[in-house]
């Protein structure tokens, strides 16, 4: 059981550039999100999805964008890479009243 | 909207020293209370949980109890060790919609034999 998976582990991009962050579990969850993690600032939420085919935006989701075509995926895509976005990035999914579980993060660096 | 206020860190603590790290909270309704502990280079793990007031979270040593009336969920621990080096985040799920976890600022904990 792989639980929450993401890749890749580390990305540099430069400015203007785009990638897509990949999060995908095996847990059936039905809720996923997307959370970044700035230092001494705690996480805030990007985008999440309470189901195939539904997202919404979460407190700072400008310069992202997601889809959820499959249960299982949760892609995160960054169309012009900035340096306010160099952060961790964290994918994370549960389901009902179950706690969330957290995928091991992306460090991205934007120079 | 919702909101979580950690005590400043970082924290440097010996061994078998006692541990509080202080969190409050703003929400409407009633909420569900959590502490995760984050290792370097993993992800957040779930560390404790309360549902409803007076509730009490115990976990690894670690205990913290929901006070509806000082709106508080305070991490205590009785003897840290090494191993328990961390950072800490206490966060909020609101009971409604898409129940979203509202994090605070994470408190890092160093635990020095």
């Known amino acids: 059981n792989a639980g929450v998976t993401q890749t890749p582990k580390f990305r540099i991009l430069k400015i203007g550039q785009s990638m897509t962050l990949q999060c995908t579990q095996d847990?059936?969850?039905?809720?996923m999100y997307w959370y970044r993690q700035d230092p001494g600032m705690g996480l805030k939420l990007i985008y999440y999805?309470?189901?195939?085919?539904?997202?919404d935006k979460g407190e700072v989701p400008n310069g992202y964008n997601v889809s959820r075509s499959t249960t299982e995926d949760f892609p995160l895509r960054l169309e012009l890479a900035a340096p306010s976005q160099t952060s961790v990035y964290f994918c994370?999914?549960?389901?009902?009243?179950?706690?969330?579980?957290f995928g091991n993060g992306t460090r991205l660096t934007v120079t | 909207g919702d909101s979580v206020t950690q005590m400043e860190g970082p924290v440097t603590l010996s061994e078998e020293a006692f541990l509080t790290i202080n969190c409050t909270y703003t929400?409407?309704?009633?909420?569900?209370l959590f502490w995760y502990v984050q290792y370097p280079g993993e992800g957040l793990q779930l560390l404790l949980k309360?549902?409803?007031?007076?509730d009490k979270g115990s976990n690894k040593g670690f205990e913290a109890t929901y006070r509806k009336e000082t709106t508080s969920f305070h991490l205590e621990k009785g003897s840290v060790q090494v191993s328990d080096s961390a950072v800490y985040f206490c966060?909020?799920?609101?009971?409604?919609?898409?129940?979203?976890?509202?994090f605070g600022q994470g408190t890092r904990l160093t635990i020095n034999p």
């Open positions: 994370a999914g549960r389901d009902g009243v179950s706690p969330l579980h």
């Open positions: 847990m059936n969850h039905n809720y």
């Open positions: 999805s309470v189901g195939a085919g539904i997202t």
């Open positions: 929400a409407t309704g009633y909420p569900s």
């Open positions: 309360a549902t409803k007031a007076d």
């Open positions: 966060a909020l799920r609101d009971i409604q919609g898409a129940q979203k976890l509202v």
